[in-house]
């Protein structure tokens, strides 16, 4: 999902899925993914990447060729995202690095009532500290970090 405004991913059976069940990208603002069941996906069940300006001054004189610089005053990051009450299970098949949720670049997402086992990495992951806002309450992430040992079932 791009360019969204309420997007609502709900009661959805994503199986034997290649790459990530679900992926925002860019400008999102107030998605819902909810009560959805996820299993035997290649990548993350579910994703958010956001990005940020080119500048690397106030005034631009300094740039770099791909929006990864330090100004998100742009607005271009899923912001206000609501992941909650999905069941997951059996992913990261053939990426490693997978999450039930990961997250790059966004701001203010709650993770609420989720249920997470059998993943090879942190079921959480959250990239970085871009915005701020977020809340992780009630959920359950169990069975995960199973191919690595180099953090808990949340990572950040």
Known sequence: LQGTQGATVAECHLTNLDGTGVFLSGYNRDATISGNEVSFVGDNAFAAWGSTGECLNANCTAKLPFPVGPDGRGGEQPR??????????????????????????????????????????????????????????????????RESGDHGPFNS
């Open 80 to 145: 206000r995202t609501r992941i909650s009450h999905n069941l997951v299970r059996e992913i990261g098949l053939f990426q490693k690095q997978s999450s039930m949720w990961f997250q790059a670049v966004t701001a203010q997402t709650t993770l609420f009532g989720n249920v997470h086992f059998n993943g090879p990495r942190a079921g959480i992951n959250f990239n970085d500290g871009f915005g701020g806002g977020d809340v992780i309450e009630r959920n359950l992430l169990t069975n995960t970090v």
